[in-house]
């Protein structure tokens, strides 16, 4: 059974600063991929950002430059590093992991940005 836990959310303000972590555990040899996704209210999920299992990043246009993602093998975790918030990044986080095929996500850790 493989488990992802976010943490790191919380309350921000406009122009300030979080970092989100997601623990993997269970049977997790083999992760090809390692996200971050986020649901607004009313809205889709969207992509966030993705880090391959050898470092290679991807991230959405609106958040390029902002946000970087890094993850850490022998930790089972990835993170991240949210910078210049503001308040169109107010959502739900969810981690997210391709493994063997399948989709694996968290729970989600609510991002709340006041201005």
């Known amino acids: 059974q493989v488990q992802l836990v976010e943490s790191g959310g919380g309350l921000v303000q406009a122009g300030g600063s979080l970092r989100l972590s997601c623990v993997v555990s269970g049977s997790i040899f083999g992760i090809v991929v390692m996200g971050w996704y986020r649901q607004a209210p009313g809205k889709q999920r969207e992509f966030v950002a993705a880090i391959s299992r050898g470092g290679i990043t991807n991230y959405a246009d609106s958040v390029k430059g902002r946000f970087t993602i890094s993850r850490d093998s022998a930790k089972n975790a990835g993170y991240l590093q949210m910078n210049s918030l503001n308040s169109e990044d107010t959502a739900v986080y969810y981690c997210?992991?391709?493994?063997?095929?399948?989709?694996?996500w968290g729970q989600g850790t609510q991002v709340t940005v006041s201005s």
């Open positions: 997210h992991v391709l493994l063997r095929g399948l989709d694996y």
